[in-house]
């Protein structure tokens, strides 16, 4: 992928984070804030990535209910990114590292938004390569939208020859073990930055 591409692709999806932003209501207080300095985008309190509803690869339907008690960080991709996907991916596995102890208190969700192509095996397959305990998920062409569209995330179908990729938002939506959100982590923040603003997170439990 071009340079000038995936600059496209990280203010694509920051554009949309912003939009996200401006466009929700707070439905709690000030004290649903996150108390220390982040970085990444504190999102307690706004009005969207409520939850969602998918397949797993073995045929099982997911919520955030099913991960409580767990903090959940969720990405959309796909599984023929050339670069965006398995570098967020990649990160993650950093992050569970940086952690330490606290690994498995951490649940890492992986969306696709190209359900044409990443079937239940191709998504296990792909995303336990980066750590046996990351889960895919995944819906038909409407639930995925659906999905897309509870957390502001912005993806599109790019026609490349005979076949397509993929534009999609880079943001990781990070949840506490109550399953709110609480964390926007931009694509250029590292696996330190990120670990550092999730202990916050568990330390919210």
Same mark, same amino acid.
């Given at each position: 992928?071009? &340079? #000038? ?5 990280? #203010?694509? /999806? +920051?554009? $949309? ?6 466009? %929700?209501?707070?439905?709690? /207080?000030?004290?649903? /804030? +996150? ?8 999102? /307690? ?11 797993d ?23 023929? %990114?050339?670069? +965006? %996907?398995?570098?967020? &991916? ?18 890492? +969700? ?22 046996p ?23 599109q ?22 399953g ?7 694509? $250029? #923040?590292?696996?330190?930055? %990120? ?6 997170? &568990?330390?919210?439990?």
């Amino acid at each position: 992928m071009s &340079l #000038l591409k995936s600059r496209r692709m990280f #203010l694509a /999806s +920051i554009g $949309a984070l912003s939009l996200g932003l401006a466009g %929700c209501n707070k439905t709690g /207080s000030l004290a649903d /804030s +996150i108390s220390a300095d982040l970085n990444g985008a504190d999102l /307690s309190g706004l009005d969207f990535g409520r939850d969602f509803r998918l397949t797993d690869p073995d045929g099982r339907d997911r919520g955030l209910a099913d991960f409580r008690g767990k903090a959940v960080m969720v990405f959309f991709g796909f599984t023929q %990114c050339p670069d +965006i %996907c398995p570098t967020a &991916l990649f990160r993650a596995t950093e992050i569970k590292r940086l952690l330490g102890d606290d690994a498995d208190a951490l649940q890492v +969700i992986f969306i696709t938004i190209d359900p044409e192509r990443d079937t239940p095996e191709v998504l296990r397959q792909y995303v336990g390569a980066f750590d046996p305990a990351f889960l895919g998920l995944y819906g038909d062409m409407r639930r995925t939208r659906e999905t897309a569209t509870e957390f502001k995330a912005f993806y599109q179908k790019v026609p490349t020859g005979g076949s397509y990729t993929m534009d999609h938002t880079t943001i990781s939506f990070v949840f506490d073990a109550r399953g709110k959100l609480r964390l926007g982590l931009g694509h $250029a #923040l590292s696996a330190d930055e %990120c670990a550092e603003d999730i202990r916050h997170i &568990l330390s919210l439990t």
